[in-house]
């Protein structure tokens, strides 16, 4: 059974940056696609960002690709979201989750394990 916990968030004002980070224990992280995915209050959750098992690929949802860059640390067993430019309509709870492949991930995932608490993130105007 693996366990993700997301940390990082906090309150930011538009423009501002945050770097959010999710570590994994009780798998082979370095085996697995990771993923980001959010959720704002009365929303669905979405995807945000993936990266595959050895990192050389990433996928982006276009309301944040250029603002967002996700990386990953095996050695650590942690993905990572640095997250620049934000906006107001950022403001949600982000989450972690794994998947067999980054393309999977990417439609939202076919084998994900359960989700964590996740991490508030809020920007204010």
């Known amino acids: 059974q693996v366990q993700l916990v997301e940390s990082g968030g906090g309150l930011v004002q538009a423009g501002g940056s945050l770097r959010l980070s999710c570590a994994a224990s009780?798998?082979?992280?370095?085996?697995?696609?990771m993923g980001w995915f959010r959720q704002a209050p009365g929303k669905e959750r979405e995807f945000v960002a993936a990266?595959?098992?050895?990192?050389?690929?990433?996928y982006y949802a276009d309301s944040v690709k250029g603002r967002f860059t996700i990386s990953r640390d095996n050695a650590k067993n942690t993905v990572y979201l640095q997250m620049n430019s934000l906006k107001p309509e950022d403001t949600a709870v982000y989450y972690c989750?794994?998947?067999?492949?980054?393309?999977?991930?990417?439609?939202?995932?076919?084998?994900?394990?359960?989700w964590g608490q996740g991490t508030l993130v809020t920007v204010s105007s």
């Open positions: 989750n794994k998947d067999r492949t980054a393309d999977r991930l990417r439609v939202g995932g076919d084998a994900l394990d359960a």
């Open positions: 009780g798998g082979t992280f370095g085996s697995y696609a």
């Open positions: 990266i595959s098992w050895s990192g050389g690929i990433t």
